[in-house]
């Protein structure tokens, strides 16, 4: 079973390392987050949440140009 895994471990990390984008493509990703924390001992609780959107443009087919924006509070 640790053979399997590894072996489709490899090869998702190839087919990422692999990836091509082009002159003038754009790539959007980002990350949004909640968390929660209610300590039993005490009667602290807390919460929170992230928002980190992320744009990129390529120059050429290995050099791009980025902005992120981070946004949380709690």
């Known amino acids: 079973m640790k053979k399997i895994t590894l072996a489709l471990s490899l090869l998702l ?3 990422f390392a692999n990836a091509q984008f082009s ?4 790539y959007a990703t980002g ?3 909640f968390h929660s924390d209610n300590n039993k001992n005490s009667e602290l609780k807390s919460s929170g949440y992230h928002f980190s959107p992320a744009i990129s443009y390529f120059v050429t087919s290995n050099v791009a140009i980025g902005a992120k924006l981070s946004v949380g509070g709690g």
């Open 13 to 15: 990390a190839v087919s």
């Open 23 to 26: 002159k003038g493509s754009i």
């Open 31 to 33: 990350d949004v987050g």
